[in-house]
């Protein structure tokens, strides 16, 4: 082997995807979903029949076999059955990720906008689409290797969003750089502060002050730039590290609190049973009984 004094780094990769509420339906003439709008992409693809969806200062939007059309987070929408007779098959799905930069690349080139049948990228969410669905149908795949090949199909288009995205991007972004900008700086902060032991900035009042800005122009860029609105990016943030903080044996429920910025213990507390459904103590506790291993020599825990 050749010995070299290059020195390669390799990046960091810290990512939460998420894929859920996927299915294929058929449903009669005359179907109507009601009026909606989710912190989530959400992904159509029709199979059979034409689907028709309605968005805010939006004309609507009809497609059929083969057409797709991604719904940005945060924007209200109704799907329906164009057709009051016949049927219509569909496959749907919801789907997120942590990455705000590619985020905001879907919402600004690829979402919101119906892609023909004839195009490259509603050929290549059609298939992705159809390979969820055999995946999910295959008995022969355990519950783990069935997630996992859900996540490369998934991961695969996302690549491919992004490595296609000057054929695939619709004529304009849906922001200005200015405004991408700010968001950015907004998000820097966000997760900077929270990085810290002892985080500075409780409320998004406190990131528009530091920037000098309004809170309401503040949210406005975010939820444009994002899809999602600047509290339920700070909520996530606290969440995520708060679940990280808890599952670890050396920090107490009181010590998280702190290092999240709560204001106290009985309001993180709450708060975290908003986000989980359990208790931090209760939700500390199964982490632990998960974690703990039992050997010749008794029990431990497992990193």
Not at 34 to 57: A, P, R, W
Request: aromatic share 10%.
């Amino acid at each position: 082997m050749k010995l070299t004094n290059d020195f390669v780094a390799i990046p960091s990769l810290e990512s939460s995807i998420r894929l859920f509420g996927g299915h294929m339906r058929t449903v009669a003439g005359g179907w109507q979903f009601f009026g909606q709008q989710h912190q989530s992409f959400e992904l159509m693809c029709i199979v059979d029949g034409y689907q028709k969806t309605e968005m805010k200062n939006v004309p609507p939007m009809v497609y059929g076999p083969g057409e797709v059309l991604i719904i940005s987070p945060g924007t209200w929408h109704v799907n329906e059955n164009a057709s009051q007779t016949a049927p219509m098959t569909y496959i749907t799905c919801h789907f997120d990720m942590e990455n705000l930069t590619l985020k905001s690349e879907l919402i600004s080139y690829v979402a919101n906008s119906v892609y023909r049948a004839d195009s490259g990228f509603a050929q290549m969410a059609s298939e992705t689409a159809h390979a969820f669905i055999r995946i999910s149908e295959n008995k022969a795949f355990t519950a783990e290797e069935q997630q996992l090949q859900l996540q490369m199909v998934f991961l695969k288009f996302l690549y491919a969003i992004v490595h296609n995205a000057d054929k695939f991007k619709k004529a304009e972004r849906s922001y200005t750089e200015r405004e991408a900008q700010l968001a950015r700086s907004m998000a820097t902060l966000i997760t900077d502060d929270l990085k810290s032991d002892q985080p500075e900035l409780s409320s998004f009042e406190d990131v528009c002050r530091r920037l000098t800005i309004s809170t309401g122009y503040g949210h406005r860029v975010f939820r444009k730039v994002y899809g999602i609105t600047p509290l339920h990016y700070l909520e996530d943030k606290k969440y995520g590290k708060a679940k990280l903080l808890l599952g670890s044996p050396d920090h107490s429920v009181e010590q998280v609190s702190h290092m999240i910025g709560a204001k106290s213990v009985s309001a993180f507390s709450k708060q975290f049973k908003k986000w989980s459904g359990l208790t931090p103590s209760k939700y500390q506790q199964q982490v632990r009984q998960k974690r703990s291993v039992r050997t010749v020599k008794g029990s431990g825990y497992f990193e």
